[in-house]
């Protein structure tokens, strides 16, 4: 083995998923509603389970609960169905202690796009 770093720079564009993205940023969660059966996916599925590939853009409370969770060397991530969708996804869990089930959705640190979750508290509670 020869050690060799290598390094890439590159954009990626969001697409359709714009909007979703510009909520991630601003620590919002916008749900997708399919237009066919009224499934609400966050993550916004492109094309619904039923086959629709029309929707709407929902906005969510940005609550969740926790169904899963799991501890690495990369830190806490947990499977959470948010308040108003029907489906469940996977967030990174932020300082948020091991007895609550609870949490609100937080902007990344690092500035990225990214599903991050904080503990639910009475000072947060959209
Ligand atoms: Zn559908």
Known sequence: ????????????????LQ?????????????????????????????????????????????????????????SFALVTFDGADTSTVVRLESFPEEMNRGTIAAAKDGLPALVLRPLTQENTP
């Open 19 to 75: 909007p979703w993205v510009e909520a991630l940023e601003a620590g919002s969660a916008l749900a997708r509603t399919c237009a066919a059966c009224g499934k609400v996916s966050f993550v916004p599925l492109r094309t619904c389970t039923c086959g629709c590939a029309e929707g709407t853009w929902t906005p969510l409370p940005g609550t969740a609960t926790l169904e899963r969770r799991t501890e690495g060397a990369d830190g």
């Open 1 to 16: 083995m020869i050690p060799h770093r290598l390094q890439l720079d590159y954009n990626l564009a969001p697409g359709w």
